[in-house]
């Protein structure tokens, strides 16, 4: 069973960064699909970025395309997810997605195992 667990969130001003991180112990995450969606209150879990498992190719929203990053580190076996120039409408809960098919990543339905959530709020 994999358990991804989500750090980093935090309070951030608008237009400043803040970097999460999504680690899982007893399983290697590079076998997996890995995902980062992020919810508000009362709307649906949105997509925000996937890296594919073993190719490492990477897929982004439209909203954050150009300013959020997401990456691995296979040594500390993490994947972390790069915000820059952050805006108000970023604020959200954000969780790590891990998955064991083949497709890009984009539909939550997509992912077997779901961490907890970080909090990331942004003031303007």
């Known amino acids: 069973q994999l358990q991804p667990v989500e750090s980093g969130g935090g309070l951030v001003q608008a237009g400043g960064s803040l970097r999460l991180s999504c680690a899982a112990s007893?399983?290697?995450?590079?076998?997996?699909?890995m995902g980062w969606f992020r919810q508000d209150p009362g709307k649906e879990r949105e997509f925000v970025a996937s890296i594919m498992r073993f190719i490492d190719r990477t897929e982004y929203a439209d909203s954050v395309r150009g300013r959020f990053t997401i990456s691995r580190d296979n040594a500390k076996n993490t994947v972390y997810l790069q915000m820059n120039s952050l805006k108000a409408e970023d604020a959200a809960v954000y969780y790590c997605?891990?998955?064991?098919?083949?497709?890009?990543?984009?539909?939550?339905?997509?992912?077997?195992?779901w961490g907890q959530g970080t909090l990331v709020t942004v003031s303007s």
């Open positions: 007893g399983r290697t995450l590079t076998a997996y699909t």
């Open positions: 997605a891990a998955s064991r098919g083949r497709g890009l990543g984009h539909t939550a339905v997509e992912y077997d195992y």
